[in-house]
């Protein structure tokens, strides 16, 4: 463990005991803490989306905030979606459209799509969940396919 300060966060629906220097960010700990390895650091500024993860339901850049802000926070984790062993919709999406090829981007696809599917029909922009997210494979073929998927899945859920 490193030096730093004791935390106690909200992940994933567990309160969890990590230390934090005052410079380490949430990816961090989250990664070398807890071992969550979905988020993933590519560029370290928020623009390519492989660290997104949910700060009370909205999509965030796990690697621009601090874990020390992080603190009275309910963090969700990609792999906070399974719930009772059964993939989120949106993950089972990408699975079923084969949305992905080295998978590195998907986790951060997956959680701003869940964040969208969270808020009101009215307030849903697939365009506003997709911005800043970077496929190095190409695969936004695919991608695509696994949103019309899930649009479609939700549109049949809100009217029956």
């Not at 934090?20 to 700990?29: E, G, R, S």
């Not at 998978?103 to 997956?110: D, E, L, R």
Request: proline share 3%.
């Amino acid at each position: 463990m490193t030096e730093g300060s004791e935390l106690r966060l909200r992940v994933n629906g567990t309160w969890q005991d990590v230390r934090a220097t005052p410079d380490d960010t949430l990816l961090d700990v989250l990664r070398r803490e807890l071992g969550l390895f979905s988020c993933r650091e590519t560029c370290g500024i928020g623009l390519c989306g492989a660290c997104t993860v949910s700060r009370d339901g909205k999509a965030i850049s796990s690697c621009l905030v601090l874990a020390l802000a992080a603190v009275e926070w309910n963090i969700t984790t990609a792999e906070g979606l399974v719930q009772a062993g059964q993939l989120h919709p949106v993950q089972q999406a990408f699975v079923d459209a084969q949305a992905f090829q080295c998978s590195f981007c998907t986790p951060g696809f997956v959680m701003s799509l869940a964040a969208m599917l969270a808020e009101p029909p009215e307030q849903r922009s697939v365009e506003a969940a997709l911005s800043g997210h970077l496929c190095r494979c190409g695969s936004y073929g695919q991608i695509t396919e696994a949103v019309r998927q899930i649009m479609a899945d939700n549109d049949m859920h809100q009217e029956g």
